[in-house]
DNA sequence: TTCTTATTGCAAGTTTATTGCAATTACCAT
DNA sequence: ATGGTAATTGCAATAAACTTGCAATAAGAA
């Protein structure tokens, strides 16, 4: 774990929303700290591969957000198509459905992925 | 409405998965059908806006792909992650929870997507 | 057929993300 | 501490998906 490495990592603990590559390293650069673009990128693969980041590819976005995954329990978005705003939405109505999808198409489910898109309460 | 939207068209109609602008360039040139890749987006974008096709964004395939919407009914997709495969879900659990959500967040809900990813039959 | 407007192809440009490589930094053993 | 090794970083270049500008072409109406 290095400088740079713990400076992503308090970013994210900071931030409240999913958050892409680019936000993070126009962030850093306010708050003075050094960090290349793609050192923000490779660091990101490495905390999704250890597991302690999770990657999100929201619908109509054409990019990647990043969201701590240690401490938080399982969750889905909804996002504003104004303003861009994201909300968590804690519940996940999905288990019953999983076992079901699972039978009928014969695959093993590892994974799922929800998103609501509407107006938020200040664009309506 | 010209032949070349036709041809694009045409072969959303007769593909039975989502299929990306890429793939749909490929595949109209094994065809001996004269277009540009450019052609393909352009024709895309007037076909979403008609509300003829879908646009979808899956987790991390990095590209759009496009289904036709016209005669089908609403559904959701599973994806092999090591194939890539994608099979339709023709289900959505998901009415009663946009009530819920609407009332927790104060959004006004217009959409979502849902995908599934795991292991196809082939692949486990 | 001719005129007008929409559509197309080509070239160039954007944006997001990745790769190669040399220079630097972290970390371990001494 | 210090030196050596391996991981990390920055820079430049590259890749892939998609978009834009503009002149040439094709479609549809008069």
Do not use: N
């Not at 931030?15 to 050192?39: N, Y």
């Not at 240690?70 to 996002?79: A, T, V, Y």
């Not at 109505?93 to 093993?108: G, H, S």
């Amino acid at each position: 774990m290095t400088r740079t490495r713990q400076a992503v990592l308090a970013l994210l603990q900071r931030t409240r929303h999913p958050i892409s590559a680019t936000e993070i390293f126009e962030q850093l650069h306010q708050e003075k700290v050094a960090i290349d673009l793609v050192t923000v990128y490779r660091t990101l693969h490495v905390l999704k591969d250890l597991g302690l980041v999770l990657q999100l590819d929201l619908h109509q976005e054409g990019l990647a957000r990043y969201e701590l995954k240690e401490g938080r329990e399982h969750h889905h978005h909804i996002r504003c198509q104004i303003c861009g705003q994201i909300e968590d939405l804690l519940l996940c109505p999905l288990k019953k459905i999983t076992k079901l999808i699972e039978q009928r198409t014969q695959f093993i489910v590892d994974d799922h992925t929800l998103e609501f898109t509407g107006l938020c309460p200040q664009c309506q």
